[in-house]
């Protein structure tokens, strides 16, 4: 609009536009076929039905950092009292501490500005796994950094607290994307939960097994681990069999950045696994097991983000999943 | 609240395709246009509805004839103006962590622009994919169905420009009346494939009726809408209930692991 003509003052007016065009990074395809003939599949031109997520890299970043932290804080009061513990103890309250602390971080750089956070405070929603979430976090993190500083002295209220909060940081994100109308996420609604929680047991484990241990440490740490590892490995399992129902939905999970992703984490989690089980003791064997299970794990939540974006894109994926719940 | 329920009823059996809506909505709203751009899609290059564009008209050029038309060759018009649907259940709404998006006194769902904090989590509560978060600052943005006109009295800028009255204001009651009686008129002159879309709870259950419905002369995917969309908060209790299981496990894990045998034997 000419600036000689008239004023744009509103707060929507000053907005940067999101072009729609393919090399702009927009959301339509290239046409290739004309578009008044019958087309056989009933859309809209193939265009998005829904929404991509918007969130950049920080956010799968977090939901692994707030894994480790859930993780952490969780063996951390396991492991209390256990004088041949202690260091073991000391570096899951380390982590708990560092998850809780870094992972808003992350969440207010995808926010954009700082204060931003702090919205997240104004409400308590029920109806809002990620308000829950959010106050779980910050709670967390203040009976992490409480735990931190009493160490082993720390009381029982302290302790478990930071323990079932952190239990709550670990799950949450699988609801949270469950409770959404991406069909790709909506879907494995009762899978997502178990996949992030068992995820945080072995990607805290992936961690602690990076670091100085002696042998009992290892043991537990290990054993640990293998919990997580093994529920995370059935969760993937389950996924990739429900998929089959709904063929655009599996293309969307299989296809693209996200599919890479989730076969990097696979390869990951299987050869973490593998090496775990192999009959000899040595710090070399812990430590490339725990770098495996920690690549794994930050595949497999970039893997999910991508292919939410993919399953947006694809407005078959909405209609076929949607029909047939119509029809069962 | 004492003020009734507003809403749009949109009766696609009337739309001409001009756009007034859009252009109207980007005046009143102030919204920036959307630039230049030749979708090869019939006449929409809006393609869908953005932070900087809440109403927008789609344009299906379809090989079919509609009952009791002539035409020489099957063919015809479809066009919609498709806009918020400020569901009864508000997937947006419930997932909004903020408190931003609020329901107001007409029972039309406002998004607060000075709490929104730009989290983006009602861009995938959405199942209608409308509200998306802007370019710039990341705040969220959408219908507000004319929040400030109807506080002054006044229709949404779309409705009162819209020269067939394809999008009719009012009375969310005075609105579903019109529409049964719209729908039979249709009925009655042989335009059988005429319904409406996400008029009310028995209609639409997942959402538990919209308060921007729409008469529609095809499926829904033909309008790029959801045959059955469903607010996400409906069955996630099952989600939280396996994380709670979930989360007992790795207790157990955890306590477990830290009384293993070789652990605490002295
Ligand atoms: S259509 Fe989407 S943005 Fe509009 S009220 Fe419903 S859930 Fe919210
Ligand atoms: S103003 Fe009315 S007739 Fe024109 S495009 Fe909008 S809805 Fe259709």
């Given at each position: 609009m000419s600036p000689t003509l008239a004023l744009q003052t509103g707060e929507g007016a000053a907005q940067r536009v999101k072009h729609a065009e393919p090399d702009a990074g927009g959301i339509v395809p290239l046409w290739r076929e004309v578009p008044s003939q019958p087309r056989p599949?009933?859309?809209?031109?193939?265009?998005?039905l829904l929404k991509e997520p918007v969130w950049i890299w920080s956010v799968p970043a977090y939901f692994y950092v707030g894994g480790v932290a859930g993780g952490g804080a969780v063996l951390a009061a396991a492991l209390h009292g256990k004088t041949r513990l202690r260091r073991l103890a000391a570096w899951c309250r380390l982590l708990a501490f560092l998850g809780t602390t870094v992972g808003p971080a992350l969440l207010t750089y995808d926010l954009g500005?700082?204060?931003?956070?702090l919205n997240m405070l104004r409400v308590l929603r029920p109806s809002s796994p990620m308000s829950l979430g959010s106050w779980s976090l910050a709670g967390t993190g203040m009976l992490a950094t409480l735990s931190l500083l009493q160490?082993?002295?720390?009381?029982a209220v302290t302790r478990y607290g930071t323990a079932l909060g952190g239990l709550m940081v670990a799950g949450y994100t699988g609801v949270l994307l469950g409770n959404t109308a991406n069909p790709l996420w909506r879907e494995r609604r009762l899978l997502l939960p178990l996949l992030f929680t068992s995820s945080a047991a072995a990607s805290t484990a992936g961690v602690l097994q990076l670091m100085p241990l002696d042998k009992r440490e290892e043991k537990v740490v290990q054993r640990f681990g293998m919990v997580g590892k093994a529920g995370e490995a059935a969760c993937m399992v389950a996924m990739q069999r429900s998929e089959g129902t709904v063929p655009e939905v599996a293309a969307a999970a299989r296809g693209g950045k996200g599919g890479v992703l989730w076969t990097a984490a696979k390869a990951a989690l299987v050869t973490g696994i593998l090496v775990e089980l192999l009959p000899v003791r040595s710090p070399v064997k812990r430590k490339v097991s725990g770098a495996l299970t920690t690549i794994g794990a930050n595949c497999l939540r970039f893997a999910l983000l991508e292919s939410g974006k993919s399953a947006a894109r694809e407005p078959q994926a909405t209609f076929n999943l949607q029909r047939t719940r119509m029809k069962g | 609240m004492t003020t009734p329920a507003t809403g749009f009823f949109t009766d696609t059996s009337v739309c001409i395709g001009c756009k007034a809506c859009e252009v109207a909505c980007k005046q009143w709203n102030q919204l920036p246009a959307d630039g230049d751009f030749f979708?090869?899609?019939?006449?929409?290059?809006?393609i869908h509805l953005e932070a900087t564009t809440w109403r927008h008209v789609a344009f299906i050029e379809r090989q079919a004839r509609l009952s009791g038309q002539a035409t020489s060759r099957p063919f015809s018009w479809l066009l919609m103006s498709d806009v918020?649907?400020?569901?009864?259940?508000?997937g947006c709404l419930e997932a909004c962590p903020t408190g931003a998006i609020v329901r107001t006194e007409f029972d039309t769902v406002y998004v607060q622009p000075d709490v929104c904090n730009g989290c983006g989590y009602c861009v995938v509560c959405c199942p209608f994919g409308v509200i998306n978060r802007r370019e710039d600052d990341g705040r969220a943005w959408k219908c507000t169905l004319c929040y400030d006109r109807q506080k002054a009295g006044m229709e949404p800028a779309c409705a009162k420009a819209c020269p067939t009255d394809s999008i009719t204001f009012g009375k969310l009651d005075d609105l579903k009346e019109m529409a049964r009686a719209r729908l039979q008129e249709l009925h009655r002159r042989g335009v059988t494939e005429a319904w409406l879309y996400g008029m009310s709870e028995r209609d639409q259950p997942g959402t538990e009726g919209l308060h921007a419905f729409f008469l529609l002369l095809d499926r829904p995917e033909a309008y790029n809408l959801p045959p059955d969309p469903s607010v996400?908060?409906?069955?996630?209790g099952g989600s939280w209930g396996v994380m709670a299981l979930a989360a007992a496990g790795m207790a157990a894990a955890a306590v477990v692991a830290a009384h293993s045998r070789g652990g605490e034997r002295k």
């Open positions: 599949a009933q859309d809209y031109y193939r265009l998005a500005k700082m204060s931003r956070f160490g082993d002295r720390s009381g | 979708s090869g899609r019939s006449y929409d290059n809006t918020c649907k400020h569901c009864e259940r508000a996400p908060t409906k069955g996630v």
